[in-house]
């Protein structure tokens, strides 16, 4: 019996139902899985005439290329873990006069959450405007604390809720740390709000990781920062000098050059790719890196071999066994047979789990932030890095990083050799999945 008219148009609607929905599907899993296009940047010409970070053309091209001016007159000092970084920041917030501004990626209940929300409440009574963003995706933070905030006048909101009218942006989140008082203090890093990163990294549970507090020019960019994912989030802009005071003219003597970086997701390279790829490309001497989720593409690892094989020392510090997120170290290890054999040293931290973002280039060129050497940082995530362009910052930094490679395992390639088949295993699926990680 023939088919009637009705029948083969729900048919038919029903095929292109299916189609659409794989069509979606398809466009969606292409903006997850997109390779950001900076992490595969080389020099054009001879790498003679690439810059380096001590060429004066080094800054200029980096500001050029990532949107981040490096100015002169920032102080800028390094924190060490919570207990170098949470007692700094509760007396520099509880000082605030006319505005305070917070942004977290990892919030969680806890001591640190309750003495954040305390003291935001109490400057908010005192007449500062205090904003307060978290990721939607990231944070948890009880509906008691917040509506302790709302009611004590604190502006919260989650940044980039989820639902089905937002899966578009879904794996967009905003990894970003950036508290800001009265627009002249700034602090950045890898820190989250959260008891792991309570105490010196003294054992398992107390995360090892390396902070900034600043002031100077760099502030406005982290406020400014600041300023669009609210706008985003809320529809209302932070402008004037309660937010961005007036700078004199002329800047300390003495202060360093450094700059706040943002770095959005975007269809082309985003600053944090554009980032690494310069200051890989560029290094002459050292690069040391300390990350806590690396998961490079083998255009980035080409970087880093390339670097390698021109006489640079190469060093990475990774997470060792106490990671708590064991694919992610196993996506890395998935390269350690070809770094290790191109001259890269690596370096597994063995107390705790190490959370650091930084690196240091020649002893001069330094970032210290959100960002991580993986898919998410490099391609879907808002993050935020401090560039410092100093050498004495340089050497402290690399004073830190040599103490912790004291405290590290350093895994050569007859180490390497001798682990088993399990983890051998475990590392060829995770390097398979290392853009969704």
Do not use: C
Not at 150 to 178: D, E, M
Not at 270 to 294: E, K, M
Not at 405 to 423: C, K, M, N, P, Q
Request: aromatic fraction near 10%; charged fraction near 20%; hydrophobic fraction near 45%.
């Amino acid at each position: 019996m023939p088919l009637s008219p009705v029948r083969v148009l729900k048919g038919v609607l029903k095929a292109l139902g299916a189609a659409l929905l794989l069509l979606l599907a398809f466009i969606g899993l292409q903006s997850l899985l997109r390779d950001p296009p900076g992490a595969s940047l080389r020099a054009f010409g001879d790498l003679e005439g690439t810059p380096s970070p001590g060429d004066a053309e080094f800054a200029r091209t980096l500001a050029l290329m990532t949107q981040t001016d490096l100015s002169a007159g920032n102080q800028v000092q390094v924190l060490v873990n919570g207990d170098g970084t949470f007692p700094l920041l509760w007396r520099d917030m509880r000082s605030a006069t006319r505005s305070l501004t917070v942004q977290s990626y990892y919030i969680a209940p806890g001591a640190t959450l309750d003495s954040l929300v305390t003291i935001m409440a109490e400057r908010a009574r005192a007449g500062v405007r205090t904003h307060f963003l978290y990721d939607a995706f990231g944070g948890s933070i009880p509906d008691s604390a917040l509506e302790f905030l709302a009611a004590s006048g604190v502006r919260s909101a989650a940044f980039r809720p989820i639902g089905w009218y937002t899966l578009h942006k879904a794996q967009n989140r905003s990894h970003v740390r950036a508290i800001t008082i009265d627009g002249v203090t700034g602090y950045t890093g890898g820190f989250g709000i959260d008891d792991k990163w309570l105490g010196n990294a003294e054992r398992d549970g107390r995360w090892r990781d390396t902070n900034v507090r600043f002031s100077g020019p760099a502030v406005s960019q982290l406020q400014g920062a600041f300023d669009r994912a609210w706008v985003e989030t809320t529809g209302e802009l932070l402008v004037g000098e309660t937010y961005f005071p007036t700078r004199p003219d002329s800047v300390p003597a003495g202060g360093m050059t450094a700059g706040f970086m943002h770095s959005p997701p975007t269809f082309g390279p985003t600053n944090s790719a554009l980032l690494f790829a310069l200051a890989v490309t560029g290094a002459r001497r050292t690069i040391h890196i300390s990350n806590s989720y690396f998961v490079p593409n083998q255009a980035m690892v080409d970087q880093l071999l390339s670097a390698a094989k021109r006489g640079v020392d190469v060093v990475l510090l990774l997470p060792g066994p106490l990671t708590d997120v064991p694919i992610t170290r196993y996506a890395a290890r998935s390269h350690y047979d070809r770094m290790l054999r191109g001259g890269i040293r690596i370096y597994e931290y063995a107390p705790t789990m190490m959370h650091a973002k930084t690196f240091v280039i020649d002893g001069m060129f330094v970032s210290v932030g959100s960002a991580n050497l993986d898919h998410r940082s490099l391609a879907l995530n808002d993050e935020g890095n401090l560039l410092v362009y100093d050498t004495g910052f340089g050497a402290t930094m690399d004073s830190l990083f040599s103490a912790d490679l004291t405290r590290s395992r350093a895994i050569t390639r007859e180490v390497f050799a001798g682990r088993g088949l399990w983890d051998r295993l475990r590392e060829a699926f995770a390097g398979g999945v290392g853009k969704l990680l």
